[in-house]
């Protein structure tokens, strides 16, 4: 038995070398995290500083109740924020049944067969989809399909095609649709998780005492599982507000000095001569509609103005002629509430768009007191969900 | 006789609202399908009329011109470029968060900060777009001048890093997500054998987490492929090879939206020429997802 040389065993006791070291890196990285946490949030504080220092001074009440134009010191987002709230309305209209509606089926009803697990991929894929993708399908489908019924379904009878044709193209309808196929993946996803969520006792004891499927879901799975659903359709809602590539796409214009609830244009003018891009003859059609300004000025697609005079023809950039056959307190006479949902639109972040593309200083402004507002209600209803979620976690305990 | 007719009844509405859920279920599908159907179909035109080889190899896009020329590379750099600034931006910054915020930060400032840097995600696109033009532009411009680099008014460095800011929260928040399901009990037994908190966190938990955390990242980068308004107000619409950050271009998303608000009609080979990029854009998405997909199962540890 050999002697143990004692000063060569490690004292367990003492520090291992280099820990200093190690214990500094460990506080180091803290700073580091705390730095890209507050780059994040720095940018918001940026954000908003920006656009409240360009912009704030131009929040008026004027602001809120002038139509566009192209003089930027009375132009205000009438016709954006109404335009934005009716298309809203219409995408909530389809999001939110479809949403919840799939997301219990998918949840509560679905067998495990291959129709299941592609509506499963179907679902987790969309929500990869770049939106501009779903604006290019509702060009092919709403605008160009369903909107020239007479090309497309001349089969059909005349008060289909009618409608078809009243309803869709570049319209507030179109829209909503758009942007509700675009957030239904996000209702969807969120009804599933609080769905499922709820446990199975409750859907147990329901079924115990004869309830069927669909009478659990509807009186003890589904109420259980709302605030959860609500949040996601907030969150849905508010992605939809802000989203501006789709709604180009669909040609969501971006001079537009009417409320889509009234229609000067189509009052105001007429097409007398219409040509294609190469000058021939077509037959006139509802593309060839010019708008007019609240201030009584035809605005002509190449953003020159003409004051409006009945009977007066204008001759558009590319050789077709319109006649005014109204001036424009005619026009606004003409209210056709009961078809907005076929109007032509402008919402918020278009009207932004198009103020941040203009080379004058004060459409900046301007662009900047649209974005505080737009800003505002997204981060309002964004901030009531994350609240609404708060909420939820905190009361409910299994 | 009576029980046996509600009871009929009612076998016949759950039937009917089965089938309805069935029915809203199925839009998915139904949507994905005409996605796919309304891009190919318009771009088979386009193709009909530009030779597939063209429009893979030239290095020029102008479909505008009187001599159009239909090579979509240079949509392609501007997207790749966006992207690539978004990502440098975002992964470093996006995991510095996930880490602190799952190993580091207590609770109650986890609780705070995760809702609150997924604002970051909210914003508006459009007004990015005005913040990267307006703001961190002069910025950059003041920034880079002394070194002898003249950044013009439209770059894609200025939109990507703001793209990047943007795709933080879809990196963080998901890759903190990732790192807390990792168990406990891995971290416990990292801290017995004597590693510190970093070394535990970038060893143990982040090669544990690391399927979620790539997944976290690949959705963050398909968000800056698709991104459109930013890219359109702060780097430019002009398409070009881009061969640093520093030059304006357009992206796939730019171009077509470009071509959208101006008035072209629909139908013509100018128009589809949108559809055809549509189609590049859809088939570089769908890879991303693919790939994804991939090392999400060849990587994924379970617990």
């Known amino acids: 038995m050999t002697a143990v040389d004692v000063h060569a065993v490690r004292d367990i006791t003492a520090h291992p070398k280099g820990l200093a070291a190690r214990r500094f890196k460990d506080s180091a990285f803290i700073i580091w995290g705390i730095v890209a946490t507050v780059i994040g949030l720095g940018t918001l504080v940026a954000l908003v500083t920006e656009l409240v220092n360009d912009g704030g001074h131009r929040l008026t009440s004027a602001f809120f109740l002038s139509f566009p134009s192209s003089d930027p010191a009375i132009a205000g987002i009438l016709s954006a924020w109404v335009g934005s709230i009716l298309v809203i309305i219409t995408t909530a209209l389809f999001a939110i049944p479809i949403g919840i509606l799939a997301g219990i089926y998918l949840e509560e009803y679905a067998p495990k067969n291959p129709i299941t697990s592609a509506i499963e991929i179907a679902v987790n894929n969309l929500a990869g989809v770049p939106s501009i993708l779903f604006g290019l399908m509702a060009v092919g489908i709403f605008v160009q399909f369903l909107g020239n019924p007479v090309r497309y379904f001349s089969f059909l009878p005349e008060g289909f095609r009618v409608a078809a044709a009243d309803l869709f193209g570049q319209s507030v309808l179109t829209a909503g649709i758009t942007l509700s196929l675009l957030i239904l993946p996000v209702v969807i996803v969120a009804t599933r998780e ?185 981060l309002l209803l964004n901030g009531s969900a994350i609240y609404l979620r708060y909420r939820l976690r905190k009361s409910i305990k299994w | ?127 990015y777009g005005y913040f990267a033009l307006l703001f961190l532009t002069p910025l950059l411009q003041g920034l880079l001048r002394p070194i002898g680099i003249e950044l013009p008014s439209l770059n894609l460095l200025s939109a990507g890093i703001v793209m990047g800011l943007m795709i933080i929260p879809y990196i963080a928040s998901l890759s903190e997500d990732a790192m807390r399901a990792v168990p406990r009990s891995m971290r416990e037994g990292s801290y017995a054998m004597g590693a510190t908190r970093l070394e535990t966190a970038f060893r143990v938990v982040v090669p544990a987490a690391v399927s979620g955390v790539v997944g976290a990242v690949i959705l ?35 171009f077509i939206a470009q071509v959208a608000l101006g008035d072209l009609p629909f139908g013509t080979l100018e ?19 693919l790939i994804a997909f991939w090392l999400q199962r060849r990587y994924r540890e379970a617990y």
Do not use: C
Not at chain 1, 260 to 270: N, R
Not at chain 2, 14 to 20: K, P, R
């Open chain 2, 1 to 127: 006789m009576e029980r046996d007719f509600t009871k009929r009844k009612l076998r016949w509405r759950e039937g009917i609202i089965e089938g309805l859920l069935f029915a809203a279920a199925a839009v998915a599908i139904l949507i994905v399908l005409a996605i796919i159907y309304v891009v190919v179909s318009e771009s088979t035109k386009f193709f009909a009329q530009v030779s597939a080889i063209e429009f893979l190899t030239s290095t020029t896009w102008t479909p505008l011109f009187d001599n159009p020329q239909y090579g979509i590379a240079p949509l392609l750099t501007g997207t790749f470029m966006s992207t690539l600034v978004a990502l440098s931006v975002a992964v470093p910054l996006g995991l510095l968060v996930a880490i602190y915020l799952s190993e580091f930060a207590g609770n109650r400032t986890r609780e705070t900060l995760k809702p609150t840097l997924e604002l970051l995600a909210a914003v508006p696109t459009v007004v």
């Open chain 1, 194 to 378: 609080a769905v499922r969520g709820v446990p199975q006792e409750i859907r147990h004891a329901a079924l115990a005492v004869g309830a069927t499927k669909w009478q659990a879901t509807q009186h003890h799975t589904l109420p259980y599982a709302l605030p959860g659903v609500v949040t996601g359709v907030i969150i849905g809602i508010s992605r939809a507000l802000g989203e501006t590539a789709p709604l180009i796409m669909i040609g969501g214009l971006t001079f537009v000095a009417f409320l889509p609830i009234t229609s000067p244009g189509d009052a105001a003018f007429e097409v007398i001569g219409a040509v294609d891009e190469y000058g021939a003859p077509v037959t006139p059609d509802a593309t060839e509609r010019i708008r007019v300004d609240n201030d009584g000025v035809v605005v002509l697609p190449d953003f020159t103005e003409m004051p409006v005079q009945a009977g007066q023809t204008y001759e558009l950039p590319h050789g077709s002629t319109v006649q005014s056959v109204a001036t424009w307190g005619d026009a606004v006479a003409s209210w056709s509430p009961s078809n907005w949902l076929g109007q032509e639109f402008t919402v918020m972040p278009i009207q932004m768009f198009n103020w941040t593309s203009r080379p004058q200083a004060e459409f900046l402004e301007i662009a900047a007191a649209a974005g505080l507002v737009l800003l505002f209600i997204t």
């Open chain 2, 271 to 289: 128009y589809n020429s949108i559809f055809a990029a549509g189609l590049a854009l859809l088939a570089l998405t769908l890879l991303f997802n």
């Open chain 2, 220 to 254: 963050g980068m398909s968000r800056a492929i698709g991104e459109t308004m930013i890219v359109m107000v702060a780097g430019g619409t002009q398409p070009q090879m881009v061969s640093t950050p520093t030059q304006g271009g357009a992206t796939v998303t730019a």
